[in-house]
Every structure is written in C-alpha cells, then in structure tokens.
T-cell receptor, first 114, second 115 residues
Framework: GQSLEQPSEVTAVEGAIVQINCTYQ??????LSWYQQHDGGAPTFLSY????GLEETGRFSSFLSRSDSYGYLLLQELQMKDSASYFC???????????????FGSGTQLTVLP | SAVISQKPSRDICQRGTSLTIQCQVD?????MFWYRQQPGQSLTLIAT?????????ESGFVIDKFPISRPNLTFSTLTVSNMSPEDSSIYLC????????????FGPGTRLTVT
C-alpha cells in the first residue's frame, strides 16, 4: 500500500526559513506534489517534482530524491499568511492506475509567530 | 485559475437520509475526482468520476453508498446514501484540466453533518 509521513506540526517566526519533510512508500511513483490549505479553505497547488532536484517558485521551493523516497518543501521569508496546513501528495496511480490520482499525506500544520 | 463551485456548501442531515452534492466547473476538464476530508485531517480519495461510464472507486468506497454521476465534462454529482454520523465530513470535488497537467484544482467543499 501507499504511505506518506510528514511532521504534524511546525512552528516558526516571521522572516525565518522552515523545511517540511515528506517520506513516502508507494508503488508506481510518478511525482510528488505539495498543497497548501488554510483553515476552512480548499487545498491549493504549490509545486510538483517528477525528477530529482530542487524546484523554486518565489519564496517556496520543493525538493525530491526518488532514490531516498523523500522530498521537502522549503518556505523562506515566512509571513503570517503562510500559517496553514501543508500536504505532500504522491501521484501513484491509485486503484485505477491513473497517473493523475493523488494520495495525500496527513498534513503539517505550520504556525508562523510574529 | 480554475473556477469550481459546489452545492450545497454545508448541510445538516438526519441519519438514514441521502444527500446529493453537485460540482460545476467553469470549463471542460479531463478528470474529476471526489475526496473526503475530516476537519484537521488528510484528504482521502473516494472515486474518479468518469464521463459516460461508471466511476472508479477506491478501496473502502462502494457505489451503493457513494453513487457518482458525470453526465458531461463540466459537471458531476456525488450522493452520500443512507447516511450515518460517521459520514460527517467535508466532501471536495477536484479536477485536472488537461491530460498532461499535474496540477489539481479543488472546489470549496461541502461540509456535511449527520445527526
């Protein structure tokens, strides 16, 4: 079966850098995604890594190591508005074998303090 | 960005009844999915809604309990049948616009409470 592990909570101060790790065990791995979800809101897409290495999008970066079944989301210059839940998700084909199905991790609640 | 609407946004239902949730997308999409999320928890895929054919259900979810329709490329419904308090959750519609896209968009969700 599939499983993803990420820390349940992370706390940091404004302006700091925080890294949220994600390890996974899955078959048919296609890529690792990250989603942000504010309280009461819908998940929104942040990044996607299909190949090893670092992808940078503004203050957010995401890293993948396929050989280690590991990835992380790096948030720089933290702002109060970054307080949210962050989910890693693997595209692993699911029950139907579709490369577009996502299996989500349990989520990391990030709290940014002033 | 995607415009996805869901109706109703929330509902309180009695045990044993059924509720149908609608998902409308602003343009044609290749794939539509239904997820369930307990408050503060992760998202669990219920099924993939297939246009013109039966939905593909994940392990632990069955058609009799969660019938799904997708009559066209912009609309889908999920019915939660014979509800029990354990069905209380947030139900989210999600779409992928293009075949080669890895980005999924999520609707605002339907918060269901079963008493």
């Amino acid at each position: 079966g599939q499983s993803l592990e990420q820390p349940s909570e992370v706390t940091a101060v404004e302006g700091a850098i925080v890294q949220i790790n994600c390890t996974y065990q899955t078959s048919g791995f296609y890529g690792l995604s990250w989603y942000q979800q504010h309280d009461g809101g819908a998940p929104t897409f942040l990044s996607y890594n299909a190949l090893d290495g670092l992808e940078e999008t503004g203050r957010f970066s995401s890293f993948l190591s396929r050989s280690d079944s590991y990835g992380y989301l790096l948030l720089q210059e933290l702002q109060m508005k970054d307080s949210a839940s962050y989910f890693c998700a693997v595209r692993d084909g699911g029950s139907s074998g579709s490369a577009r199905q996502l299996t989500f991790g349990s989520g990391t609640q990030l709290t940014v303090l002033p | 960005s995607a415009v996805i609407s869901q109706k109703p946004s929330r509902d309180i239902c009695q045990r044993g009844t059924s509720l149908t949730i609608q998902c409308q997308v602003d343009s044609q999409v290749t794939m539509m999915f239904w997820y369930r999320q307990q408050p503060g928890q992760s998202l669990t895929l219920i099924a993939t809604a297939n246009q013109g054919s039966e939905a593909t259900y994940e392990s632990g979810f069955v058609i009799d309990k969660f019938p799904i329709s997708r009559p066209n490329l912009t609309f889908s419904t999920l019915t939660v049948s014979n509800m029990s308090p354990e069905d209380s959750s947030i139900y989210l519609c999600s779409v992928v616009y293009q075949t080669d896209s890895y980005e999924q968009y999520f609707g605002p969700g339907t918060r269901l409470t079963v008493t």
